[in-house]
């Protein structure tokens, strides 16, 4: 598979504030790469200068191993969906697909024959002769997805699409852009805020903050390896429990210990590279906690409920324990009076440990 | 995946722009024209008035004065002549002045409680009057002008300048209740709510609750008021007597009705003193004049 | 005015407060605007000279308003100065606002130049532009003196171009609001569309004119609505840049209006002129508010 979209050293400034750091990226042909981040993190400048809206204060974009750092966007075969739609309010919808074509001086025949397609394929055909402003939010998506369509490109470029509609419209939307993708193929970039979006459409995630991308992963690896501690607070609702620490020697055995309380280390995978004496950050997701179950480690903890969120399907336990709080993820059907004990136990095996100082992941 | 070799030649980076670009050039040159074409007759007033006759007769306008003098603004602000009286514009000033403030003041007094009315107490055939107002608006106000004299007479200020001024404050009405109302009508209702449930009455909600966070539109009524009462001219020259000429009607006489030789650099001194006020008052609120306008201007 | 009694008053007495308030709108709408046109108009079916007297003399003074040389002059001059005006006024406001919206530098000092001369009497633009265009010491002789002898402009004393000369006084004073009012509404378009325009490869031309233009509609609409307002109205420019000459050659109906009513002692005439003009206001606002209220139902 070769490199779709190749991004060296991409730097951008303004005045004095750098908003991207020197950001170099591959995206793989037919890939499906999700930008994710919190806001003025810079995944939208990033995806800005990709299309040519932008004009980086240094570095190059390749799309199809073609430079295209000082094409402008019509050329370098991208199309690009807003997440304002932008579409054109005076324009029939069936306009505001073949205005460009037409610009362009693409024959009548072939216009309609992307717009039939773009227009089987989105399911947007009775809208054709509407004007935006009679249609709904999906549907107005589904337009601008449409536009986009029509221009025979290679590239996809989303910016935060579904951020402007409503979260069952979102949902349902999401899926459509995940069978757009499998049935066209594309490759596609995709800018997003909501971590859901990116774990169910990307082959792989870039999370970025202040301008640099702290993993390059797939979904998965990147939910169970974090590479640093903010990559392992960002993803993952409920966010992560974690622990401030240190490793100890215990019974010439390495264990960690937070508040004087000591946390058996069994079944953690790298414990090599772990120096007693270090300052760390324990972290232990929702869901590796178990509230009074026999496990195999042994060991537990004893907490105290706080407050517990019934959520149908599963339930919410906030507890306290050595100084922190923590969330536990449990069936719905267990309830917990508040200010009950409980004994807890950790899998060590899909915990993190985190270096306080440097927050990468050992 | 095969990454993409990194050529240290080939394109990276910024565009190559040049700062005189064609696109460029054409932007700020047009601009540029622009500019000389709205700025040039200010600098001509400015520099015609400093000069003295002779050298205005020797004929280029848009030359600087090559001995500057200040006696075409003392013959215009003191000397000049208007029918019968010779004390210059100082006299059309006075009367401006005497026009302009209460005019201001009553047209928003009056106008702000109209639009307080409108917008929070309904009562049946208020709509109906608002509508005739708004229509008054564009109403060329020729065809209200007889009218007006007739009952002026009746009431015997047609001449005086208390008459000017019922007359700014009548005709100022559709424009600034407009105004106010739109602005109360902006304002969030749980204020008014909260006062009723105070028990606050009409006049208590108006003066503690509403006037205090009107400001800024009572700004910005403010600048359309003192500027287009000042510019008048059509009011001012059928509802006064020479005595009573407001600056604009005391101006056009000096300019337009001299017999014999014109005196250039006077009528521009003159011309310049006239539009001092409103220049002044433009200058110094700056954005809040444009919003006022365009308030002013976005009707329904 | 807040009550206890459960036993509801008098519908008069209802925001008793808030009535007597209104009373002045009251008044104004009733008296002097709805009762003030009425009256002139019954009254331009008279003969009233010096004084208004109920003489009825039927169309009499409108065949006679008709036939004048003089007021045929000036509903010419106004269709003229009105139709230049308002071309001329869009597209200058318009493609400066145009200019000004590219993001370029000194932006407000370029604003406070185009604006200042709207805060102007219309008697000081006339008088300044009378000054600039006087042909011994003004415009034409600069241009001479630069060597083109021949140059001939002078719309002061030439009867068949002084309404251009009144032209560019009156669209001196008046684009830069105009300007103001495009410029705002430029930039109340969002962004995006910007960006969806350049990534489907659209021209900057193409997109003023195929998307932008067509977005600014209200827009151009109130722009239009003022600039026709104010066009009716012209006078106070008249009078002091020509004085209605050369020989009557830029008379406007303000000013024949003016000239008769308060001049000519000639009453009668004055209020047929002026009814004359409520008319051509009522014909072009019709239109525009039937066009304006039927879309809003619709909505």
Known sequence: MGTSVSVKDLTLQFGAITVLDKLNLDIGDGEFLVLLGSSGCGKSTLLNCIAGLLEPTDGQIFIKNRNVTWEEPKDRGIGMVFQSYALYPQMTVEKNLSFGLRIAGTPADEIARRVARAAEILQIGPLLKRKPAALSGGQRQRVAIGRALVRDVDVFLFDEPLSNLDAKLRSELRVEIKRLHQNLKNTMIYVTHDQIEALTLADRIAIMRNGVIQQLDDPMTIYNQPKNLYVAGFIGSPAMNFFKGEIVSSNGKQVFVCNGVEFSLDGYRATSGLTVGQKVVLGVRPEHIFVDETRDSGEFHDAVVDIEEPMGADNLLWLKHVGHVLSVRIAGNRRYQPGSHVRLSFDMSLASIFDQESELRI | MAAVELSGAGPRGPRPKRTFSGRNIMIYGTLFVAAVYYALPLYVMIVTSLKGMPEIRMGNIFSPPMEITFEPWVKAWAQACTGLNCDGLSRGFMNSVIITVPSVIISIAVASVNGYTLANWKFKGADAFFTILIVGAFIPYQIMLYPMVIILRQIGLYGELSGLILVHTVFGMPVLTLLFRNYFTSLPEELFKAGRVDGAGFWNIYFRIMLPISLPIFVVAMILQITGIWNDFLFGVVFTKPDTYPMTVQLNNIVNSVQGVKEYNVNMAATLITGLVPLFVYFVSGKLFVRGIAAGAVKG | ?299
């Open chain 3, 1 to 299: 005015m807040s009550s206890v009694n459960a036993r509801p008053k008098s519908a008069v007495f209802k925001n008793l407060s808030a009535k007597i308030a209104a009373v002045p709108m009251i008044l104004t709408a009733m008296v002097v605007f709805l009762g003030g046109t009425i009256w002139t108009i019954v009254y331009s079916f008279t003969n009233s000279k010096l004084l208004p007297r109920l003489n009825f003399v039927g169309f009499d003074q409108f065949e006679r308003l008709w036939s004048s040389a003089r007021w045929i002059t000036s509903v010419e001059n106004l269709a003229i100065y009105g139709a230049l005006s308002l071309v001329f006024s869009l597209v200058v406001g318009f493609l400066l606002a145009v200019l000004m919206d590219q993001k370029i530098r000194f932006e407000n000092t370029l604003r406070t130049i185009f604006l200042y001369p709207f805060a102007l009497s219309f008697i000081v633009t006339g008088l300044v532009w009378q000054w600039l265009l006087n042909p011994e010491l003004g415009l034409q002789n600069i241009v001479r003196s630069l060597g083109f002898t021949n140059f001939t402009f002078d719309p002061l004393y030439d009867a068949n171009i002084v309404i251009y000369g009144v032209l560019i006084a009156g669209l001196w004073q008046g684009t830069g609001l105009i300007m103001v009012l495009m410029l705002a509404g430029l930039r109340g378009i969002d962004e995006e569309i910007w960006r969806a325009a350049r990534v489907d490869g659209i021209p900057t031309w193409k997109t003023y004119v195929f998307i932008i233009i067509p977005m600014l509609r209200p827009v151009f609409i109130t722009t239009l609505v003022l600039i026709g307002a104010g066009i009716i109205k012209v006078y106070d420019l008249i009078v002091a840049q020509t004085g209605g000459g050369p020989g009557g050659a830029s008379e406007v109906p303000a000013k024949y209006v003016y000239d008769f009513m308060f001049g000519a002692q000639n009453l009668g005439q004055g209020f047929a002129a002026s009814t004359m003009m409520l008319i051509t206001v009522i014909i072009i606002i019709i239109p525009w508010a039937f066009m304006e209220f039927s879309q809003r139902r619709s909505r």
